[in-house]
């Protein structure tokens, strides 16, 4: 009796790709207690990081041209209050494969581009979601960025000038200059960084940089 074809060699492959699958989530998180009244009508000033693989990334602004992207343990990003976690989907997408991703998306995203309107951390995890499962994170995230001009009035004033400032860990500041970004209530030297500069304070300890990587051409590999 002629023997069945064996089925193990696509059921490996079939076990090592649920392996290399994750759930992609995002973490919202507040940046003012107004956000308890807010909340309820769709709107509020958040603040988000896609978690997938085990570890949560996301967009912060300090004043340097080299990567704002960051990653922390899950649920825990210093300096916000975490409200809700959102399951977005899946990503086929191994850990190294991911990460290679993350490198080169963080060439796009360096810390002195950050702007509360056109460019913040809901910004960068809409695009990640987008590229990891085709759909988009929620709007009422980021729906106060989408409002314009108008979202800087409805701020804190302690949200209004330069706060927590992520600052990777390779550069080094002066005792007065991190001084001076404890202080939430300072306003900035700078007109133009006052009115479009919103920077995330934290103690660099809890955050890890992505180092960036350079984006492939194709003609480089072939």
């Given at each position: 009796m002629p023997s069945l074809p064996s089925s193990s060699g696509s059921e490996n492959v079939e076990d090592s790709n649920k392996k290399n699958s994750s759930m992609v989530y995002l973490n919202v998180?507040?940046?003012t207690p107004a956000n308890n009244y807010l909340y309820v009508f769709g709107v509020g000033i958040f603040?988000?990081?896609i978690e997938v693989?085990?570890?949560?990334?996301g967009f912060g602004a300090h004043e340097y041209p080299t990567s704002g992207v960051f990653e922390v343990q899950p649920r825990s990003c210093p300096g916000f209050i975490f409200r809700r976690s959102i399951l977005l989907g899946s990503t086929d997408m191994?850990?190294?494969?991911f990460r290679s991703f993350i490198e080169r998306l963080s060439a796009k995203y360096h810390g002195d581009t950050y702007h509360?309107?056109?460019?913040?951390?809901?910004?960068?995890?809409d695009e990640v979601c987008q590229q990891l499962t085709g759909k988009a994170i929620p709007a009422w995230v980021n729906r106060l960025a989408r409002v314009g001009s108008f979202c800087n009035c409805l701020l804190p004033e302690s949200l209004q000038v330069a706060a927590v400032r992520h600052l990777p860990e390779h550069l080094e500041c002066s005792d007065d200059e991190g001084?001076?970004?404890d202080d939430l209530s300072e306003s900035v030297d700078?007109?133009?960084e006052g009115s479009n500069h919103h920077l995330l304070t934290s103690p660099t300890r809890e955050v890890s940089f992505i180092s960036e990587k350079p984006m492939t051409l194709a003609r480089d590999l072939q």
């Open positions: 998180y507040d940046l603040h988000s990081g693989h085990g570890m949560e990334y191994s850990y190294s494969e509360l309107i056109a460019k913040n951390c809901n910004h960068f995890t001084s001076e970004s700078s007109e133009d």
